[in-house]
Every structure is written in C-alpha cells, then in structure tokens.
C-alpha cells in the first residue's frame, strides 16, 4: 500500500518557522517528484514547492521564493519543506504528494500527482 503522511504542522507566529515532513510508505521515493500544495479556505489548492527524484531541479511558487526550501532525504524516504518568515498568508492545509518519474523535473501543477497525503494544517496568526 502506498501511503504518504506529513508532519510537522501547527500554530506558529509570523516571521517564525516551521519544517514539514512528508514520509513515505509502500513505495521507495528515489524514483517519484514530489510536491507540496496548500489550501487555504474558499482557495483552490495551489503549488508550493516540488523537487525532482533526483533533488537536482526544485520548483517554487513566487510567493514563497527565498522563505521555502524544499530537501529530501532517500536514505530516510522522507521529504521536508523548511518554511521560514512564515506570513498569515501562509495558512493553510498543507499537503505532499508524489508521482513516479521518468525526467529529472518536477511539475507545480497539482493533477500532476498520483499519491498523497492526508494534509496537515498550518496556521501562522499572532
């Protein structure tokens, strides 16, 4: 069975940070892209950040340029998000999601992926 699970969400203060993980089961992520998305109430989801299964290419929505880092670690069939001076606007529910690559690129569009998570919420309020 192929799940993915995220971690690492909840209520943080603006300009403060946070790091989101996306673990993998059932399958080995060395050979899948993997994307965060995000949605926010009475929002469409909307790509964060992706990363090629070889980590060589990343992808980031403008918005989150120079705050966000995406990283993975094969060893750990893990994926995280590092989000830093995070911003109200940032709220949202947060999902990972992952789909078996051939090219080393990744996509930020969500009907892209096959498999995801079940979402964690992170709330920056002060």
């Known amino acids: 069975q192929l799940q993915l699970v995220e971690s690492g969400g909840g209520l943080v203060q603006p300009g403060g940070s946070l790091r989101l993980s996306c673990a993998a089961s059932g399958f080995t992520l060395d050979y899948y892209a993997i994307g965060w998305f995000r949605q926010a109430p009475g929002k469409e989801r909307e790509g964060v950040s992706c990363?090629?299964?070889?980590?060589?290419?990343?992808n980031y929505v403008d918005s989150v340029k120079g705050r966000f880092t995406i990283s993975r670690d094969n060893a750990e069939n893990t994926v995280y998000l590092q989000m830093n001076s995070l911003k109200p606007e940032d709220t949202a529910v947060y999902y990972c999601a992952a789909v078996y690559s051939i090219r080393r690129l990744c996509i930020l569009r969500w009907d892209e992926y096959d498999y995801w998570g079940q979402g964690t919420q992170i709330t920056v309020s002060s």
């Open positions: 990363i090629s299964k070889g980590g060589g290419v990343t």
